[in-house]
């Protein structure tokens, strides 16, 4: 009885432990966000041969002829 109260225990503790990763990769995405959609921004103005042009937020970057 007792071996199947520790393989609870363990997976709830597993299960807390990804809850954590999840919300702090999310909270890391959520705030460099617009500074990685920038750069990939820039890379494919690149690719494509064209003139990249920071927006006045972080994210909102263009491309233009």
Do not use: F, H, W
């Not at 999840?22 to 750069?39: H, I, P, T």
């Amino acid at each position: 009885m007792i071996r199947m109260n520790q393989r609870g225990q363990a997976l709830v503790e597993y299960l807390l432990i990804i809850a954590v990763i999840s919300v702090v990769v999310v909270s890391v995405v959520k705030l460099l966000g617009g500074y990685l959609q920038d750069s990939m921004t820039k890379s494919s103005c690149n690719l494509i041969g064209k003139t990249y042009v920071e927006g006045s937020k972080p994210g909102e970057g263009t491309c233009v002829d």
